[in-house]
């Protein structure tokens, strides 16, 4: 996976995170951002042809994969996707990117809809692929949906409940998640299956709930704010989701987007469960490429 793909370690501005990703191409910069309960190695079938024309940077979020993952503050503050989502901007201008185009997959793209709200002049065109915006989520709240997500109210929990039950049996916990969201469609090869389990240490399950934590209370909040004083993303920005995922199942998303989104440039069901990058990355490489080279 990732050949003539570089390894690298980039300190943030927070003395606790380094942000471990690969690099690879040359271009303009591209920014991958991966969900959960991924890493950066769920971009191993699309970032070798985007590389082709562009400067990829596929990177691990804080708490997940080999980046660093810090105790969760009281307030949950440094897990927060505008917390994230500058480490990724200063992971991007670490490599000279002052502008960049930004992919974000499930929290990557939560991750990634925070950032092209608070850094305009940074990110160029955003592509978010199976996500409705998170303020969306907590608002609208589907039954169908909330019995699908359950780990949004689960991992939210105060510390230590869910990290001590998810830990006692990470396998059994990494497959079952993993399979849930593939609704039938399989396309996870066995190699980055196997990097996913490796990476859910006790450590990431803290992160990841950390992340879950922020996003029930201090996102919600953020987004709650913007939301009301009608604040959108300006760049461009293209919907990408699952056909047979949960956010065709549960939500309108060409309803949705608009609502947060000032310049949508395109809708596309893809041909996937939760993961089209991996089950279905013919059609994801080809709606990517043709919104970033318009």
């Known amino acids: 996976m990732y050949e003539g793909f570089e390894r690298f370690e980039v300190q943030t501005s927070d003395p606790e995170v380094r942000i471990v990703g690969r690099r690879g191409g040359k271009g303009p910069g591209l920014l991958l951002v991966h969900g959960n309960p991924l890493t950066h190695v769920t971009w191993h079938k699309i970032a070798p042809r985007l590389a082709?024309?562009?400067?990829?940077?596929?990177?691990?979020?804080?708490?997940?994969?080999?980046?660093?993952?810090?105790?969760?503050?009281?307030d949950h503050s440094n897990y927060t996707f505008q917390r994230m989502g500058l480490d990724q901007v200063e992971v991007m201008e670490h490599?000279?990117?002052?502008?960049?185009?930004?992919?974000?997959?499930?929290?990557?793209?939560?991750?990634?809809?925070?950032?092209?709200?608070?850094?305009?002049?940074?990110?160029?065109?955003?592509?978010?692929?199976?996500?409705?915006?998170?303020?969306?989520?907590?608002?609208?709240?589907?039954?169908?949906?909330?019995?699908?997500?359950?780990?949004?109210?689960?991992?939210?929990?105060?510390?230590?409940?869910?990290?001590?039950?998810?830990?006692?049996?990470?396998?059994?916990?990494?497959?079952?998640?993993?399979?849930?969201?593939?609704?039938?469609?399989?396309?996870?090869?066995?190699?980055?299956?196997?990097?996913?389990?490796?990476?859910?240490?006790?450590?990431?399950?803290?992160?990841?709930?950390?992340?879950?934590?922020?996003?029930?209370?201090?996102?919600?909040?953020?987004?709650?704010?913007?939301?009301?004083?009608?604040?959108?993303?300006?760049?461009?920005?293209?919907?990408?989701?699952g056909a047979k995922s949960h956010v065709e199942q549960h939500f309108k998303p060409r309803e949705v987007w608009p609502q947060y989104a000032a310049n949508i440039a395109g809708f596309e069901a893809l041909p996937a469960g939760h993961y089209p990058q991996e089950q279905a990355p013919e059609e994801t490489y080809r709606a990517l490429s043709d919104f970033l080279r318009a």
């Open 52 to 74: 082709e024309h562009y400067t990829v940077v596929a990177t691990d979020l804080r708490g997940y994969g080999d980046s660093s993952k810090p105790r969760g503050r009281p």
């Open 95 to 241: 490599f000279g990117f002052k502008e960049f185009f930004l992919v974000g997959h499930d929290r990557g793209a939560r991750t990634a809809f925070r950032m092209a709200l608070n850094h305009p002049d940074r990110v160029r065109k955003f592509a978010s692929i199976d996500i409705v915006p998170t303020h969306h989520v907590w608002t609208a709240f589907p039954r169908g949906w909330a019995l699908h997500s359950y780990h949004w109210m689960f991992m939210a929990q105060p510390y230590d409940f869910p990290e001590r039950l998810l830990s006692s049996n990470l396998e059994y916990y990494m497959k079952k998640k993993l399979e849930k969201h593939m609704h039938g469609q399989g396309g996870l090869e066995p190699e980055a299956v196997a990097e996913y389990i490796r990476c859910c240490t006790p450590e990431q399950i803290h992160g990841v709930c950390e992340d879950y934590r922020a996003a029930a209370t201090i996102d919600f909040e953020m987004d709650t704010k913007d939301f009301e004083a009608g604040n959108r993303i300006r760049c461009p920005v293209l919907v990408l989701w």
